[in-house]
Nanobody
Framework: QVQLVESGGGLVQPGGSLRLSCAAS????????ISWFRQVPGKEREMVAS????????NYADGVKGRFTITRDNANNTVYLQMNSLKPEDTAVYYC?????????????WGQGTQVTVSS
């Protein structure tokens, strides 16, 4: 059974930090690119950060560059999102996404999300 389980969300003051984790199981984690998305009510889900299957390639949304860092541990099937200098506009539900696309396979998995609230 495929699972992506996010954790680490919570309430933090502006300027604070959080580290989100996404633990994967039920598929070959090291074959998948992983992304973090976020969504607020009434808005589309947006990509925050992504990392290639080996960890050699990362990509960030403009609004989080220099503040967020995505990393992965393929030995433990886990991806992390370190979030520093948090702003109220970072408040959202954060989702972990795993994607693998080849000529014969197209898989796309989502976690259930974890709430991040940045407020004083």
């Amino acid at each position: 059974q495929v699972q992506l389980v996010e954790s680490g969300g919570g309430l933090v003051q502006p300027g604070g930090s959080l580290r989100l984790s996404c633990a994967a199981s039920g598929f070959t984690f090291s074959n998948y690119a992983i992304s973090w998305f976020r969504q607020v009510p009434g808005k589309e889900r947006e990509m925050v950060a992504s990392i290639g299957s080996t960890g050699g390639t990362t990509n960030y949304a403009d609004g989080v560059k220099g503040r967020f860092t995505i990393t992965r541990d393929n030995a433990n099937n886990t991806v992390y999102l370190q979030m520093n200098s948090l702003k109220p506009e970072d408040t959202a539900v954060y989702y972990c996404n795993a994607v693998r696309t080849t000529s014969t396979v197209s898989n796309n998995y989502w976690g259930q999300g974890t709430q991040v609230t940045v407020s004083s």
